[in-house]
């Protein structure tokens, strides 16, 4: 019932910009916290944009502070991550989460590849 599915990932050069997508349903994002996390093999999940329920707030990891916005669209129960000047150190596969109390939902992930 509950589904998050991130699309928008794909291949650019060091430089470009992708916009991701987290579709959310059986659930209303408004209520959750959602955030965007990255991971590479052999490395640990990394937060790397948060969104607070309601209010909007928003944070970011000191490495991508500037160059990520993340955002979203109550109506349409999307969240998104605006990525910008993107380097090869931000490949990864990025993930989307929405917390709320005990609740914690992960997508299925979505792959970011920046390289020449």
Known sequence: ???????????VQPGGSLRLSCAASGFTIS???????????????????????????TAYEDSVKG????????????VYLQMNSLQP???AGYYCNAKWSTANYWGQGTQVTVSS
Not at 1 to 11: F, M
Not at 31 to 49: D, I, T
């Open 89 to 91: 150190e931000d490949t």
């Open 67 to 78: 160059r990520f916005t993340i955002s979203r669209d109550n109506a349409k129960n999307t």
């Open 1 to 11: 019932q509950v589904q998050l599915v991130e699309s928008g990932g794909g291949l």
């Open 31 to 57: 209520n959750y916290f959602m955030s965007w996390h990255r991971q590479v093999p052999g490395k640990e999940r990394e937060l790397v944009a948060v969104i607070s329920s309601f209010d909007g707030i």
